[in-house]
């Protein structure tokens, strides 16, 4: 009997390439499985399902593990306004964990003797399947085709031709993850330092050209309303801002970082609704927390960012961090208004019962109504002794 491998399936090109590779060349029963975090519909899933049994998978399953991602990882990565170098909201980085345990509890079930991915070997991604299978499952070996061969993408192609395999390889030639949390895309022109991406690359198209201003409501840091209309759950509002902001071409940019395995790194990415949220969520919170729980904030979400990238998230110290995060976030409550643009967005300001810029106390340049000019010049000069006493003993 054929043994059991359950292969991580995107109906990609690595991916496609696998499932010829191991159940034609290499002998194995192949199951295919996706694990769904928000980036693709019901047709999306049908097709995938499709060419799996086509290319010649024994079974293939869809895993929808949106909700979980987002209960588990995304409102936390809101909550520390986590952008990576200050740039990419980690789209795939943040995913791939929890992709990586549906695919291994589904080879647990069905009794598989191995798994597989279609990372390279030179890629953060095989860190992240690899690590998260070793700790959850270490008895269940792990094939890696793309990475043991050192195969390019035009050398996949060749083979998929080769044994019949007749698809849209043009379109192939670009790496293109989905999410709900935003795309990747990576290709030819983000293997070198110089060349941005072409227009027709990136899967969403400038099609919006008036102007437009949406009105986001939040409760307790996650995004609850959007122009007054409530949304069931944190992904169902995600989506909806993602449908209305991404035909203004919102959210491009190209991220360079440093990868797990210590090369430098670039892809492209699309993000319209996570950047707008996270942007959203930062001035909200710039108006509803004290200047010492944004710093401490901002510290920790840096560390949790970097945890996420780097595919630590299964260490315990995640969950002291997301109990911080989410303990800041009882008074961040209100409404964030956000002009849409060809290409860009606008904050424009917000309304909140916790606004801590109430003018109670005074408004900032104008005027003063819990203290007097007498106390501030008492305040300064006190404030002032430690610099006076430096600049005093070390005349220059």
């Not at 110089?194 to 102007?211: F, G, I, R």
């Not at 939040?218 to 801002?241: M, V």
């Not at 950047?275 to 710039?286: Q, R, S, V, Y």
């Amino acid at each position: 009997m054929k043994e059991k491998l359950v292969l991580a399936f995107s109906g990609g090109l690595d991916t496609s390439f696998c499932v010829k590779y191991l159940a034609e060349e290499k002998g194995y029963e192949v199951y295919t499985a996706i694990a769904n975090t928000g980036g693709f519909n019901e047709t999306d899933l049908q097709r995938i399902e499709e060419k799996a049994y086509r290319l010649g998978a024994k079974e293939h399953v869809s895993i929808d593990i949106t909700q979980e991602y987002y209960d588990k990882c995304i409102r936390y990565m809101v909550y520390g306004n986590v952008l990576r170098n200050n740039t990419y909201p980690i789209s795939v980085s943040s995913e791939r964990v929890f992709q990586a345990i549906a695919i291994i509890e589904y080879a647990k079930k069905i009794g598989a003797k191995y798994v597989a991915h279609g990372s390279t070997g030179a890629g953060n991604d095989q860190v992240r399947f690899d690590l998260t299978f070793q700790v959850l499952a270490p008895e269940i070996s792990i094939i890696t085709p793309i990475r043991d061969l050192s195969l390019s993408r035009d050398e996949e192609i060749n083979y998929l031709r080769e044994h019949g395999v007749d698809d849209d390889f043009i379109k192939m030639q670009y790496s293109i993850n989905q999410g709900l949390w935003g795309t990747s895309i990576g290709g030819k022109e983000t293997l070198t330092s110089d060349k941005p991406l072409p227009e027709s690359a990136y899967p969403t198209q400038l099609k919006a050209a008036e102007d437009k201003v949406v009105s986001l409501g939040f409760e307790k840091g996650e995004l609850k309303t959007i122009d007054g209309k409530a949304y069931s759950s944190g992904p169902a509002a995600i989506q909806a801002l993602e449908a209305i902001a991404a035909p203004y071409a919102i959210g491009r940019d190209i991220h360079v970082g440093d990868t797990i395995i210590g090369i430098k790194g670039r892809v492209g990415f699309e993000a319209a609704a996570p950047l707008i949220i996270i942007k959203a969520h930062h001035l909200l919170e710039k108006h509803t927390l004290s200047k010492w729980q944004l710093y401490w904030k901002e510290q920790l979400a840096n560390w949790y960012g970097m945890f996420l990238h780097e595919a630590l998230y299964l260490d315990p110290v995640m969950h002291n961090i997301e109990t911080f995060l989410e303990n800041t976030q009882s008074t961040v409550n209100g409404t964030v208004h956000v002009a849409l643009k060809p290409y860009r967005f606008e904050l424009q300001g917000i309304e909140s019962n916790n606004d801590l810029m109430s003018s109670v106390f005074g408004k900032y340049g104008e005027e003063s109504k819990a203290w007097t000019g007498e106390e501030v010049k008492g305040f300064t000069a006190i404030l002032g002794n430690a610099l006076k006493i430096y600049h005093t003993v070390n005349k220059k």
